[in-house]
């Protein structure tokens, strides 16, 4: 047997059509995590739809509209995860979210200058479509990869979805910068015209997964009118069983944490260069950066799991993004935010996707879309908590630099907690749970 939280390491990992459609949803989907969520739909709120408003309105709104969309996803994951797993629907729910978002994303299109109110329902809307099929595309994860390949089809899924998302995001800002070349009149009609491509580049690399992952149908499939009671019941009954699930728990609390910290800078860092007086080109280009370093760094981490054990992988990760926070504190120019986006790039993907195959092999196979829906909900929260954190610590110290003790904090609680983590005794639960 392998040292504790490692497995064999395999020489190659044959890549099936099934494997591969499962990954390239996380392409699909990027395209609105980078061209809508963190880049031109912060700007274009502010500077289009709410035009002549003074800017802490804006900010206000904008700030409940990413609330109001979490929050949804918060209450109803869970519960969505246990239905979809009693009637054997991961892609049918699967679809229905992508659906909305791809429509959602699309239909920014088409929301005239000044109207805020409709560009904020299109936007929550969006991030309800794009959370929300998270839970079943990560669920999915254990029917496509056996334990052993977990670590580098959870990387590859990462790793695509940072070169899908950058690669149509940068088509988006030399359309932005260059209009004329692209033959349009002005950067507000190209900004527009991304809404469009994101809602066609989610819908089309969203058909494999739809069409060549296969789902095993449960046991006993309820009736159709008697799926939401059989979700309450399947979620009482994890409530009733996670007293034995005390590895999932802990591993739960901790990735509540670091992964807290970790959504809080990719968040914030755009602020926070702002607030050191970076201008907004610089920091477009150093999140381009992060895309495109992203992707290659994904693919290591998901060796480097495999090799040095998952958990220890992921505390490496969480122990560069330390070094990395506290860099961030004394950063004086733009040249150390683009080396800053560098070093991000190389850790970012390898925590997440790491986290989440460390995640799948402790969890129950048939109960994986309630359980990545906790998952998912815990992640939600982290987008609430992290930035509040980080703005109270800043004033009341009066300094941004110092608002980043919160981040530093999060990621060393987390870390502790990691540590606890017994990867061997959640497996053997799991197992006894099926």
């Known amino acids: 047997m392998p040292p504790s939280g490692q497995r064999h390491l395999q020489p190659a990992m044959k890549i099936s059509r099934e494997t591969l459609a499962w990954a390239f949803y996380d392409w699909a989907n990027s395209a609105f995590a980078t061209s809508i969520m963190a880049g031109f739909f912060p700007i274009f709120f502010k500077q289009y739809w709410c035009s002549g408003v003074e800017v802490s309105t804006s900010t206000f709104r904008l700030g409940l509209a990413n609330s109001l969309g979490s929050l949804v996803v918060i209450f109803l994951a869970p519960l969505l995860g246990a239905m979809a797993d009693q009637a054997g629907a991961k892609k049918k729910f699967l679809f229905f979210f992508a659906t909305l978002g791809i429509v959602m994303s699309a239909g920014l299109y088409t929301v005239a200058q000044g109207a805020w109110l409709m560009a904020s329902l299109f936007y929550i809307c969006g991030i309800i479509g794009f959370s929300g099929g998270n839970v079943f595309y990560d669920s999915l994860l254990v029917n496509v990869a056996s334990p052993a390949a977990s670590d580098r089809v959870s990387a590859l899924g990462f790793a695509l979805g940072y070169l899908g998302g950058g ?12 209009p004329g070349l692209f033959g349009l009149a002005d950067a507000p009609q190209a ?7 994101v809602g066609a580049w989610w819908a089309v690399f969203s058909l494999p997964i739809l069409l060549w992952v296969k ?25 009733k069983e996670i007293r034995k699930l005390r590895v999932v728990l802990v591993f739960l609390a901790g990735y509540w944490l670091y992964i807290d910290a970790l959504d809080t800078i990719i968040r914030m860092a755009v602020d926070y260069g702002l607030a050191l007086g970076f201008a907004s080109s610089g920091l477009i280009i150093a999140l381009l950066i992060t895309q495109f370093v992203g992707f290659p760094a994904a693919l290591v981490f998901g060796r480097l799991g495999e090799k040095m054990g998952t958990k220890k992988a992921i505390l490496l990760g969480i122990a560069i993004y330390l070094l990395v926070t506290v860099w961030a504190m004394s950063m004086e120019t733009i040249r150390e935010f683009y080396l800053l986006a560098v070093a991000i790039g190389l850790v970012q993907g390898g925590v997440q996707s790491l986290s ?10 048939n109960k994986s879309a309630e359980f990545f829906g906790f ?5 939600k929260f982290a ?10 610590v800043g004033m009341l110290t009066g300094s941004p630099r110092l608002s ?16 606890l983590v017994n990867e061997e005794e959640g497996a053997r639960l799991a197992r006894q749970m099926k």
Not at 375 to 379: E, I, P, S
């Open 215 to 239: 789902e095993p149908a449960p046991p006993a499939t309820p009736a159709r009118q008697g799926m939401i009671g059989a979700g309450f019941r399947q979620l009482f009954t994890t409530f």
């Open 191 to 197: 900004v527009r015209l991304s809404f469009l491509t």
């Open 383 to 392: 987008a609430v908590i992290g930035p509040l954190l980080m703005g109270l």
């Open 404 to 419: 980043l003790l919160a981040i530093i904090g999060l990621f060393i609680a987390g870390a502790l907690l990691l540590c």
């Open 167 to 178: 690669l149509l995001f940068a088509v988006n800002v030399a359309m932005t910068l260059k």
């Open 356 to 365: 989440r195959s460390l995640y799948s092999r402790l969890i129950p196979a």
């Open 375 to 379: 998952y998912n909900m815990l992640g």
